[in-house]
């Protein structure tokens, strides 16, 4: 059940990545895709850490018409870098997940560009300039969504969630059974 969540999140994400930067060109530097690798690389699953890495860049660079394949790479080695320090570090604090995703938003766009440089694209903007607003809008965004992704797939806000649904089941009887 859990894949299929992450496979709902990645797909979203990737229709976002792909939507809003059409729509209004300052959400492109929202790396949407991005967060949902971090999130799964942050759970210490290393497999499907570079499985959602791969899917999330090869689908956001088919669609781009650029070099096919640097975001897929990107992304995979960035979910890697992130798995290795959540299995080294303790990571579990929100605060402390809020520089993982800058760290990782600076080693996607980094490799990204090496790989577009080394293989003769050139860039569409200026690398600092990219950088600094990838770097912001992703970091800024990316907490929110962190914070949101981890009360979804969390089994404790899983366990609340089904707790309230019998809650309410439960005001709901006790409720009727005073009318009459």
């Known amino acids: 059940m859990p894949q299929f969540k992450i496979a709902a999140v990645l797909a979203l994400a990737i229709i976002l990545q792909l939507t809003l930067g059409e729509a209004w060109p300052r959400l492109s530097h929202i790396d949407f895709p991005l967060i949902v690798v971090v999130f799964v690389a942050l759970q210490r699953d290393a497999w ?3 499985i959602v890495g791969t ?3 090869l689908a956001i660079d088919a669609p781009s018409g650029g070099l096919i394949g640097a975001g897929g790479f990107s992304k995979t080695l960035t979910a890697y870098l992130v798995y290795l320090g959540a299995t080294r570090i ?3 604090n929100a605060l402390i997940r809020i520089p993982v995703l800058a760290a990782a938003t600076l080693v996607d766009g980094t490799v990204y560009f090496f790989w577009q440089r080394s293989l003769g694209h050139p860039p569409s903007a200026p690398f600092v300039q990219t950088i600094s607003y ?3 809008g992703t970091t800024v965004i990316g907490t929110f969504v962190l914070y949101m992704l981890g009360s979804v797939f969390s089994p ?3 366990q609340s969630r089904q707790f309230a649904s019998r809650r309410r089941g439960a005001r709901r009887s006790t409720s009727f059974s005073k009318r009459r």
């Open 90 to 92: 303790n990571l579990e």
């Open 55 to 57: 899917i999330a860049g």
């Open 48 to 50: 499907t850490a570079l």
């Open 156 to 158: 404790k806000g899983t």
């Open 134 to 136: 990838n770097l912001i």
